[in-house]
């Protein structure tokens, strides 16, 4: 697996522990950890006190709203994709980036296609773990394929209805 | 009409070349089939019974005389002369080769048309009212709003992958053409106490397996905020719908399971929290469209219908047109023309490229360039001026586009069925067929008069037989085709689902059964009475009496 982080490949330095056991979150390695909801809601001061990065995965059928007063605690929030079919994760980027302000790394995990990362990216999704040799340029096509956006999603492309009616 | 600026060309340009290296990657052998069936599907590409199948977009049902021509150009190039218009307001051509379809779809480019988000679970092809921008009964047009959503939901980032298909259509007369009430959201323009012109919401209505009348969860929506609400409630159902099963993962079964109540409560909280964004439609850009629909300037004419009265009793066979297949117009002296496809020539909704070209000549001639596609499979000429009604028909007999029977026994919905499609059960075509071979005596047909026949192949539905006067489903029953019959569907203001009749009856059996279904009809109807009001009237008995005998 590589890691895509804005647009670069990237080193990542943070252990998935989120299918592990409780001892397995505590007695990990002493670098950065990515742990699901269930053990963040379990050991949130253990995990506080380890005092290095957290990250956090949340399945698809777990809503952002969880994390909502939280979020100063993750540098990587990690969005699952069981399937590409599944595209709830979406909506939870945009919720996470737009509503509640969410800043930090945002990783699109799971069953990643290189079709989807221009929509993934357009909701809020700056990193993605793939299975791919390649990926700074499946990105770049990815990334320049289509020039055109008709969707406000906070992502910062200007739409075309702004580029229509700029002033002057 | 709407024309695409830069904008617009630019991004379907860029997604044919797109999908022109997508296909390349799968002809070398780089994609599986696996692979790259998602990325088929997203440009409208089905693997069928016997070859692929393009589906492409006909926006709210309207094509220029240009894109007619162009629509006939891919038949003739890429297909085998034909094309079948379907009750999406899309035209599908069903024997494409592979390789061809990238240069099929940039020909269509050139003439603003795609087939971006024709399948897959996303945001479909957004359809209207046929007689948009010139019905007698109109508000406002729809038109405006149809183009605004088709751009909002073009390669929506977020709403791409949800659990299932969705169909959005629009309406802006009291007389619902565009069957809102069966779609995953209808929107329909009414005023408010205040006079200003907005959108009541329904949600939720649907066909397949298991159909749904929708529900209002808004009365009226201000035009500037469509975008944040229909954002808020894709969001609600990308979140919340199910995925677990995909006969159960329709925005239907959501409503259905949560109640109307929970489903709007939801939506406006999700909708406090978006309405007062980018999303907010500024009054610029609705100008900017609306300015593109404006339309003909049309000429000053008086009304024609004394005229019109003398060509008829001279013409018997344009007497019979006349009064089946025209619609009132806003503007005095004009008329809507409508063009069957339901003739024994071809199976419903085919057209040759031949016939293509000579209506959008006959656009350019009677009807300011413009075409549109009705849900019933049917063409429409917005603006005929009504003194060239008679020349225009007799053009259209030559053509075997003459037809008379709008809105009557055999302008037949039906699916491609059993002889195109890998979903179906039974057939569809050999059954509308001999239910029009029955009723070509047009005096007879009229003296039934309005009632609509609809026919799917399967469950899923495709032929909206829930929503038939008489609906026809095909289904298999141990190798063998048969046909479960309906009464009293409509897709109308008055939307109903029909009620089963009893037990289905062979392909054989199928043509005299609607037969006797409306042989009862004229036995029980009062005087000028539907079809649908008799049924509503009498009920079922006297039609089950007829068709399996008394009990």
Known sequence: MALLKDGRPHADEYTDVSAGTTADVLNSTAGPVIVSLQQWQTHRDELLRRGTHLGIVLRSDEKPDALSSDLEHFAVIALDFPTFRDGRAYSSARVLRQRYGYAGELRAVGDVLLEQLHFMHRVGFNSFLLESDNVVAEWETAASDISVWYQPTGDGRPTAIQQRHAAG | ??????????????????????????????????????????????????????????????????????????????????????????????????????????????????????????????????????????????????????????????????????????????????????????????????????????????????????????????????????????????????????????????????????????????????????????????????????????????????????????????????????????????????????????????????????VADLADTYSNGEIRVNHRQNLVLPSVAQRDLLPLYERLVELKLATANIGHVSDIIACPGLDYCSLANARSIPIARQINERFQDLDRVHEIGEVTINISGCMNACGHHHVGNIGILGVDKRGEEYYQFTLGGSSGADAALGDRTGPGFSAAEAAPAVEKILQTYLAVRHEGERFLDTYRRVGMQPFKEALYGAA
């Not at chain 2, 309207?62 to 085998?80: E, N």
Request: net charge neutral.
């Open chain 2, 1 to 358: 009409m709407y024309r695409y600026d830069e904008f617009d060309s630019t991004l379907v340009r860029e997604r044919v070349e797109q999908f022109r290296r997508q296909v390349a990657r799968r002809l070398s052998g780089e994609l599986t089939e696996d692979q790259f069936k998602p990325l088929r599907l997203m440009n409208g590409l089905y693997l069928q019974l016997h070859a692929y199948m393009l589906r492409i977009n006909i926006p709210y049902g309207v094509l220029s005389s240009r894109q007619m021509r162009t629509l006939a150009h891919v038949a003739r190039t890429y297909d085998r002369g034909y094309g079948h218009f379907t009750t999406r307001q899309n035209i599908q051509y069903n024997w494409i080769q592979l390789q061809q379809v990238p240069d099929a779809l940039a020909d269509l480019a050139a003439a603003e048309m795609h087939g971006i988000q024709s399948s897959g679970n996303c945001i479909r092809n957004v359809t209207a009212d046929q007689y948009a921008g010139v019905a007698a009964d109109e508000i406002d047009d729809p038109r405006v709003y149809c183009e605004i959503i088709r751009q909002w939901s073009t390669l929506h980032p977020e709403f791409s992958f949800l659990p299932r298909k969705f169909k959005i259509a629009v309406t802006a007369a009291p007389t619902d053409r565009a069957a809102v009430q069966v779609h995953d959201i209808g929107l329909r323009m009414h005023r408010n106490p205040d006079g200003e012109p907005g959108f009541e919401v329904v949600v939720g209505g649907g066909q397949g397996r298991t159909p749904f009348i929708g529900q209002t969860i808004r009365e009226w929506l201000e035009p500037a905020d469509l975008l944040s609400y229909l954002e808020a409630i894709l969001r609600v159902y990308n979140q919340d719908g199910r995925r677990d099963n995909m006969y159960k993962s329709r925005i239907k079964i959501l409503v259905h399971q949560i109640g109307a109540d929970e489903f709007r409560r939801r939506v406006e909280a999700e909708w406090a929290e978006i309405r007062d964004t980018a999303l907010q439609l500024p009054a610029a850009e609705i100008e900017r469209i609306r300015a593109h629909f404006r339309g003909p300037d049309f000429a000053t004419l008086s009304d024609a219908s004394d005229l019109l009265e003398q060509q008829a009793l001279a013409n018997p066979g344009f007497g019979a047109w006349l009064k089946a297949n025209m619609a009132p117009h806003r503007v005095a002296g004009y008329a809507i023309a409508n063009i069957s496809l339901k003739s024994l020539d071809a199976p419903p909704g085919d057209m040759t490229a031949a016939q293509m070209d000579a």
